[in-house]
């Protein structure tokens, strides 16, 4: 690697470093969250911050009414805790 690559991947580590010790995530794998706007439960399979934007980004997948399951990146701040309702089975009324 060149003198000025090794530089520029320098300065991406000092930056992608700074981002993160500067927002912590507020949701965690594994919360279980809505979009703010509404819609389907989702649970996250990753949270931290990313290149191309500031803040800290979630990957939620969550099934549709259908059982098909989609997966898709949000910004933190679009999302909120989820009221997960529970289904009592049969048994365990």
Not at 17 to 33: E, H, K, S
Not at 72 to 89: D, G, K, N, Y
């Amino acid at each position: 690697m060149n003198r000025s690559g090794g530089h520029m991947l320098n300065m991406l580590s000092t930056r992608i470093a700074r981002t993160a010790r500067l927002t912590r995530p507020v949701y965690g794998v594994g919360d279980v969250l809505r979009l703010k706007s509404g819609g389907s439960p989702m649970t996250v399979t990753w949270s931290g911050p990313v290149l191309f934007a500031s803040g800290n980004w979630l990957i939620c997948q969550w099934f549709t009414d259908t059982g098909e399951l989609m997966q898709e990146m949000f910004p933190e701040e679009t999302l909120e805790p989820a009221q997960v309702e529970r289904r009592l089975s049969a048994a365990g009324q």
